[in-house]
């Protein structure tokens, strides 16, 4: 009898020392009944920490709640679609198509559509990562694509996503009170702001391509954001302004937009007002090596915008009105600002970035030439993201002229 109890002490001691991860099993999701559920939600309510959701081919007309299923940096939740399966998540007019109230949840690899207010929306969810996603629908008014909102969304992810958005006021991907998210390699058109940060702090965008923003209205908005880095995006259309900068002001800590950098984009106006645009008291940023063309004025400080401590330099303007208007601000102008003849012709076609074709996350390095539709991917394969050549990286300008 004690060797009995022996053994049963040690395989209890075996088995409470099992990493948590090496018990996390394959939820699966298939329509037609072969996988162990028929819904999403279904499979969302049963996992736990460390489960992987893999979804099969077809539609799905659900909206979907994640809440009360925290994961953790070594067991994250994980919903995806299936190896070289297409996957369409139909979320209709709920208010929030999927609702993420839960940590460390990984949404990956779907085209989901609605008509509600945000069709993704992470609330409090710490370290949400959303990737390889296309984002769509007609949304109510100031509607999101994408919704991070609140401190609990800090660290948090979202890449290579597609968010074609309309509606009234609406955002392609609204990042809200949270800090050091990171948004890149995304492709967003049609919305009235492409991509918004609020009272952040450390946040980051690159790689991004906003083209078509409805409406005449703005690429990137950051209001009271402090040291955010926007860096090698490509802008195009017929903006208000493609970089507004505001500080709404308040008593807060995150009052403030200031800080922050601007580098290596390029900033394509059609018919366009501002290219970058300082609104209010937005002191320390840097702005430099940005390609900014076609726009009444390139780079405006309004009213006092910023304080001797915003700079900028190594510039490229080109077909501005004005290229700075500095009106009553002093920032310090570090040199190397040029101007020369237009690169891009604004009435034809625009060099496309290229698709990256890969087959459960492995890039197979496919590139095409520059057109104005997406490509098609080869049998077997599907687009679930883009890598972004920026135009400037391909840009030799003629002798220029110094301003």
Not at 22 to 38: M, P
Not at 69 to 77: I, Q, T
Not at 183 to 199: E, G, P, Q, W
Not at 358 to 370: R, T
Request: include cysteine; aromatic fraction near 10%; glycine fraction near 10%.
């Amino acid at each position: 009898m004690i060797t009995n109890n022996k053994f049963f002490v040690f395989f209890f001691l075996i088995c409470i020392s099992i990493p948590s991860h090496v018990l996390a099993k394959t939820i699966t999701v298939k329509q037609d009944g072969s996988g162990t559920y028929t819904t999403i939600q279904a499979a969302i309510n049963s996992a736990s920490a460390g489960d992987t959701i893999l979804v099969h081919e077809g539609t799905y007309n659900e909206n979907l709640l994640i809440s009360g299923k925290n994961g953790s940096s070594s067991n994250p939740y994980i919903l995806k679609s299936a190896r070289g399966e297409h996957v369409e998540i139909n979320t209709g007019s709920e208010k929030y198509g999927i609702n993420v109230n839960s940590d460390y949840w990984t949404i990956d690899g779907f085209d989901i559509s609605g008509s509600g207010n945000s069709i993704i929306r992470c609330y409090g969810a710490l370290t949400a990562i959303i990737r390889n996603c296309n984002i769509s629908g007609n949304l109510t008014n100031s509607g999101n694509g994408i919704l991070l909102n609140y401190g609990g969304c800090n660290n948090s992810k979202v890449s290579n996503c597609t968010v074609s958005i309309s509606g009234s006021g609406v955002h392609g991907i609204h990042v809200n009170e949270a800090d050091f998210v990171s948004v890149y390699d995304c492709v967003v058109n049609n919305s009235d702001i492409a991509i918004r940060f609020t009272r952040n702090s450390d946040c980051r965008a690159y790689r991004n391509y906003i083209h078509d923003v409805q409406g005449t209205k703005w690429g990137f908005y950051a209001r009271d954001t402090q040291r955010i880095l926007i860096t090698n995006n490509v802008l195009e259309g017929q903006f208000n302004r493609a970089f507004c900068i505001y500080n709404y002001g308040g008593s807060g800590t995150k009052e403030d937009s200031k800080d922050g950098e601007i580098s290596n984009n390029t900033i394509v106006g059609q018919s366009a007002a501002h290219g970058i645009l300082f609104n209010h008291n937005s002191p320390g940023f840097l702005v430099n090596r940005n390609i900014i063309q076609g726009f009444s004025v390139g780079i405006f400080l309004v009213n006092g915008a910023t304080s001797e401590t915003c700079r900028y330099g190594d510039n490229l303007f080109y077909s501005n009105t004005t290229h700075v208007d500095s009106e009553s601000s002093n920032p310090v102008d570090l040199g190397g600002n040029i101007v020369s003849a237009p690169k891009f012709n604004l009435s034809g076609p625009k060099p496309f970035p290229f698709y990256s074709l890969q087959d459960n996350h492995k890039d197979y390095g496919a590139s095409f030439e520059p057109s104005s539709t997406k490509p098609s991917a080869p049998t077997g394969l599907r687009i679930i993201g883009i890598n972004l050549t920026p135009y400037h990286l391909l840009f030799q300008p003629p002798r220029p002229q110094s301003i």
